[in-house]
């Protein structure tokens, strides 16, 4: 089947734009996870999304913000762009609710670069 | 969450056994070893975890102390391809966690393996 799919996967924006990221989980996944890695503070949580809420956030400012749709299909948004935002944004799908099999599987990423 | 422990870098040789170590002394009762890999550029990959037995799958095996204090994942013919950042992280696993808690995967500095050739 087929993997967790992140669009675009390479992106380069301006200071002050925004921006939104699409991620695609596993098809019966139901939750959605996103992170962000950089150099300097590694792989950071910022948001998990189940049956389109917002289940748990990580200490990111309001700038970065997510939603899921009700095919799980999960879009992250982050506004008013800055030179520290350029990171690699992972997401992970998982099936999210009781099981044993609830281990996440990561995209390949989108990699955002603000100049 | 425990804070685990990693040595930043490690080298194995191609078609050796890579021993990767990981100090978790304050784990608790309820909570799992579990380890990714993350292959540059690319998401993170789910390798294995475990509670206290050991593992084996067909990527790799988890060995646990018995006070479950450390654990080692071990590569049993290292290749090429596993040359990547190694996580270890303890946490509670998600289906005993109730609604609402927090679910996600807190990343350490993991350990660089370097498989050469």
């Known amino acids: 089947k087929a993997g967790v799919t992140q669009t675009p996967r390479y992106l380069i924006k301006t200071r002050g734009q925004q921006v939104t990221l699409s991620c695609s989980p596993i098809?019966?996944?139901?939750?959605v996870s996103w992170y962000q890695q950089t150099p300097g503070q590694g792989l950071q949580f910022l948001f998990e999304?189940?049956?389109?809420?917002?289940?748990n956030k990580g200490n990111f400012p309001g700038r970065f913000s997510g939603r899921q749709f009700s095919n799980s299909r999960s879009e992250m948004n982050v506004s008013t762009l800055e030179l520290g935002d350029s990171a690699l944004y992972l997401c992970?799908?998982?099936?999210?609710?009781?099981?044993?099999?609830?281990?996440?599987?990561f995209g390949q990423g989108t990699r955002l670069t603000v100049v | 969450d425990a804070k685990t422990t990693q040595p930043t870098s490690m080298d194995c040789a191609e078609g050796r056994a890579a021993n990767l170590p990981c100090n978790h002394s304050?784990?608790?009762?309820?909570?799992?070893v579990y380890w990714y890999r993350q292959i540059h550029s690319q998401g993170p990959q789910y390798i294995i975890h475990?509670?206290?037995n050991n593992e084996t799958n067909e990527m790799a095996s988890l060995i646990i102390t018995e006070d479950r204090k450390s654990s080692t994942l071990i590569l049993p013919h290292a290749t090429l391809r596993d040359t990547a950042v190694y996580y270890c992280?303890?946490?509670?696993?998600?289906?005993?966690?109730?609604?609402?808690?927090?679910?996600?995967?807190?990343f350490g500095s993991g350990t660089q393996l370097t498989v050469l050739p």
């Open positions: 999304y189940f049956s389109e809420t917002q289940r």
């Open positions: 098809s019966g996944h139901r939750s």
């Open positions: 992280i303890v946490r509670v696993p998600p289906h005993l966690i109730s609604s609402g808690s927090a679910r996600q995967l807190t």
């Open positions: 992970a799908s998982s099936l999210g609710k009781g099981g044993l099999n609830t281990e996440a599987f």
């Open positions: 475990g509670l206290k």
């Open positions: 304050t784990i608790s009762g309820n909570e799992y």
